[in-house]
């Protein structure tokens, strides 16, 4: 089992959980998140005084998935949550040790 965490861009969320759902796959986690990377934020005029904007608002995705789904979830979320432009996001993939269905008991693959 494989974990997939992606940050994005807030206003792609909609297009990536329908990408991930046309590609069969349910089941998602979404946190807000703020954050930055080589952009390293901007700077924005605010009532003539100008301030940094060091954190971005940005989304982070959570799925935890069979082997064999990892790859249509990657191209999934890496297709429609795709700008072009900088802050785009990334994608990590990690592996899962174990998983536990809390209501049934089921283990392993079956509680995914």
Do not use: C, W
């Not at 003539?48 to 904007?53: L, N, S, T």
């Not at 802050?87 to 392993?108: L, M, P, Q, V, Y």
Request: glycine share 10%.
């Amino acid at each position: 089992m494989k974990k997939v965490e992606a940050i994005i861009k807030p206003f792609k969320l909609d297009e990536v959980k329908e990408a991930l759902q046309e590609a069969g796959l349910h089941g998602i986690t979404v946190t807000e998140a703020k954050g930055f990377g080589r952009q390293k934020g901007h700077t924005e005029l605010y009532r003539g005084a100008e301030y940094v904007v060091d954190f971005l608002p940005k989304v982070k995705i959570e799925l935890v998935l069979t082997d064999e789904s990892v790859e249509r979830a990657v191209e999934a979320i890496r297709r429609s949550a795709q700008t072009g432009r900088i802050g785009d996001g990334k994608i990590f993939i990690s592996n899962i040790e174990g998983a536990i269905r809390i209501r049934t008991g089921e283990t392993g693959p079956d509680a995914v």
